[in-house]
C-alpha cells in the first residue's frame, strides 16, 4: 500500500483492558488458556503493548470514507503474543480484517503472576480515521 496517501491511520490502544472486568459471567469460563491458569483480574493490572504495527485502511472502507473503531477481544499468551482474537464490536468486515490483522502482530510484555507470566484475556480498540 502506498504511504503517501492522504489518509492516515490513527490507532487506541491506550484502552487495553482485561475482558472479564466488562463481563463477570465470562470471568469463570474462561480460567485457562491452553491448559495454563488465567492470570487473576487485579486493578490496573494489564499486559503492556511493546509493539503495535498500524493496521493498513481498507479499499472499499477508504472509498465509503467510512471512519471508527472496532473493539477486539484477545488473549495475550504468557509469550507476549495474541491469540484467540475475536470481534467485540464490528465497524465493516474489512476494516474489521485489517484490525485482526494488525493486532495479531502486536506483542506485548506478559502479566506476571507470582512471579511467573501467565495468560490474560484483553479487550482492544482499535481506530480508523481518515485526516
Not at 38 to 49: A, I, K, W
Request: charged share 25%.
Amino acid at each position: 500500500m502506498r504511504r503517501g496517501w492522504a489518509a492516515a491511520i490513527a490507532i487506541t490502544a491506550g484502552m487495553i483492558l482485561p475482558t472479564a472486568a466488562f463481563c463477570q459471567e465470562n470471568a469463570a469460563k474462561e480460567d485457562t488458556y491452553e491448559g495454563e491458569a488465567m492470570c487473576r483480574l487485579r486493578r490496573g493490572v494489564f499486559p503492556h503493548p511493546v509493539y503495535r504495527p498500524e493496521p493498513e485502511y481498507d479499499n472499499q472502507a477508504r472509498k465509503k470514507k467510512i471512519q471508527g473503531t472496532v473493539f477486539l477481544s484477545t488473549v495475550i499468551t504468557k509469550e507476549g503474543r495474541t491469540a484467540d482474537i475475536k470481534v467485540v464490536k464490528t465497524l465493516t468486515p474489512g476494516l474489521d480484517q485489517q484490525a485482526i490483522k494488525a493486532v495479531s502482530r502486536w506483542r506485548f510484555e506478559p502479566v506476571t503472576q507470582d512471579g511467573q507470566p501467565c495468560p490474560m484475556r484483553v479487550q482492544v480498540e482499535v481506530s480508523f480515521h481518515l485526516y
